[in-house]
């Protein structure tokens, strides 16, 4: 399984961005994917995850209202539609793809290489 992460980039406080994940692999059929993300000097953290056959979803308490995540399961893809974006949000999103979803890193098999998010002030 092979986890591509796309469309990070540079935006204003009060910005938007929308992040994408295609999967890809003949073998690819896990349930869960989600979306971590690392800043700078800290440790990598949960953002938001997905339930690819219910679509019950699940966000950190700090991108709730802002983030929505949703998907395509026609395309494996996964998205990350981030508003109201802060200069706390800029880190490095990783997406990962797990068999059930869950907010715990280690539970997560795959991940994409990451993409970069900056927002400035």
């Known amino acids: 399984v092979q986890l591509q992460a796309s469309g990070g980039g540079l935006v204003q406080a009060g910005g938007s961005l929308r992040l994408s994940c295609v999967a890809s692999g003949r073998s690819f059929s896990n349930d869960g994917m989600g979306w971590f993300r690392q800043a700078p000097g800290k440790e990598r953290e949960f953002v938001a995850a997905?339930?690819?056959?219910?679509?019950?979803?699940y966000y950190a308490d700090s991108v709730k209202g802002r983030f929505t995540i949703s998907g395509d399961n026609a395309k494996n893809t996964v998205y990350l539609q981030m508003n109201n974006l802060k200069p706390e949000d800029t880190a490095v999103y990783y997406c990962a793809a797990t068999n059930m979803p869950t907010i715990l890193e280690d539970d997560y098999h795959y991940w994409g290489q990451g993409t970069q998010v900056t927002v400035s002030s």
């Open positions: 997905i339930a690819r056959r219910s679509l019950t979803t």
